[in-house]
């Protein structure tokens, strides 16, 4: 299977443009709460696109491209899912593990700093500055 990297490029750069998400020429790490179908929902990937015939039909799947360009898909996530950078979930297992209040309440405030500073919303519900539509 074989997708056009230009229009995914392209795609990145505008939402990240449009949505004044940072830009990291040197590469970067962030969170993203996704947004398409549920789980139980159908996507329809391929009727958008004939080379995604082969991924999963519910839900987003997580896809990347080998070298030769064939599509792998290594898992399937939901619209409105938060899903965090490897670091950052390391972290708040770490502070899982220690169980005290104290870890908790650090966790806490690492997961608020992640959801405020390094996160981009791709649904526009979960950090909206606090306005309802």
Same mark, same amino acid.
Request: proline share 2%; hydrophobic share 40%.
């Given at each position: ?31 993203? +709460?996704?947004? =398409?179908? &549920? ?6 990937? !391929?009727?958008?696109? $004939?080379?995604?015939? %082969? ?21 399937? +996530?939901?619209? =409105?899912? &938060? ?6 979930? !390391?972290?708040?297992? $770490?502070?899982?593990? %220690? ?26 519900? &979960? ?7």
């Amino acid at each position: 299977m074989r997708i056009s990297c230009s229009i995914l490029l392209t795609v990145s750069l505008k939402n990240c443009l449009i949505n004044n998400t940072p830009i990291f020429a040197e590469g970067g790490k962030m969170n993203i +709460v996704v947004e =398409g179908a &549920l789980h139980s929902q159908n996507n329809h990937l !391929d009727k958008v696109n $004939e080379d995604l015939s %082969d991924v999963t039909k519910k839900g987003v799947p997580v896809v990347y491209l080998e070298e030769g360009g064939e599509m792998i898909q290594t898992a399937e +996530v939901e619209g =409105g899912e &938060l899903i965090l950078t490897k670091a950052i979930t !390391d972290q708040i297992e $770490e502070f899982f593990k %220690d169980g005290s209040e104290e870890a908790m309440i650090k966790a806490g405030k690492l997961l608020a700093k992640e959801l405020i500073t390094n996160t981009d919303d791709k649904t526009e519900k &979960l950090l909206n500055d606090g306005i309802e539509d």
